[in-house]
C-alpha cells in the first residue's frame, strides 16, 4: 500500500522509530479479569517521518519481537524521496543500519548525507587509518563524540529531530485510539496503513500553502 505523500524538490531528514500497539480483543476480557499476563498481543508500528513536513514516509507493520534494526532497510526501501539525513536512537545502531542508509543515500553522499544514530557507550572504532578504504559513517559519529562529547554530538548532528517521529505516533494513537480491531496480522497491518494515510491527509490538508511575495 501506497501512502499519500506530497512530492519534495529536495532532499529529506528522515526520522525513524517504533511504537507497540495492543491489540483489542478477547485478551482485554482476561486483562480485566486475570491482570496482565504473558500472553498478551502487541503489533509494532515502525515509522520513517519526514521531519520537515510531518507525513509518514514509510511504514512497516510486525510481532512485538522484531528489533528496529532489521526492519530499517525496508523502511528505506518504500521512500522514493532523495534522503540526506537520517536519525534514529540507539537501537538502530548497527553495522547494518549504517550500510542500509548509506546504499540509499549513494546519489547525494558526496553531498553529505548523513546519519545521525548515537553508538552505544561501549562502541569501539573498527578502522584505524585505513588509506585504502574510506571511513565508516558509524566510526565517523564515534570520532566526533570524541571530541565534542555525546551531548554536543547531538545537537550539533540535529539527533533531536527525531522526536518528531513519537510526535507522529502520539498523534497516530490520539486520533485512532491506539488499538488494533482486526484479528489476523495481515488485516492488522492493513488497518494500521489505513491509519497512517489518513493522517498525512490530515496533515496535509490542516497545513496552509506558503509562497514567496516577490517585492
Partial sequence: MELPVVPKNKAIHVVVDSTGVKVYGEGE?????????KRRTWRKLHLGVDEGSGEILAAVVTTNDVADCEVLPDLLEQIEHPIAQLSGDGGYDTFDCYDAFTKCAEGIAQR?????IPPRSNAKIQQHGNRKAPPHPRDENLRSIHQVGRKQWKQQSGYH?????????????I???????????????????????ALNR??????????????
Fill in 29 to 37: 476480557w482476561k486483562v480485566r479479569t486475570h491482570g496482565v499476563g
Fill in 112 to 116: 553529505g548525507a548523513t546519519a545521525s
Fill in 161 to 173: 529531530r527525531r522526536s518528531l517521529s513519537e510526535t507522529a505516533m502520539f498523534r497516530l494513537k
Fill in 175 to 197: 486520533i485512532f485510539g491506539g488499538k488494533l480491531r482486526r484479528r489476523f496480522f495481515d488485516n492488522q497491518a492493513v488497518e494500521l496503513f489505513l491509519q497512517c494515510a
Fill in 202 to 215: 490530515m496533515i496535509q490538508l490542516g497545513k496552509p500553502d506558503s509562497y514567496k511575495i516577490e517585492n
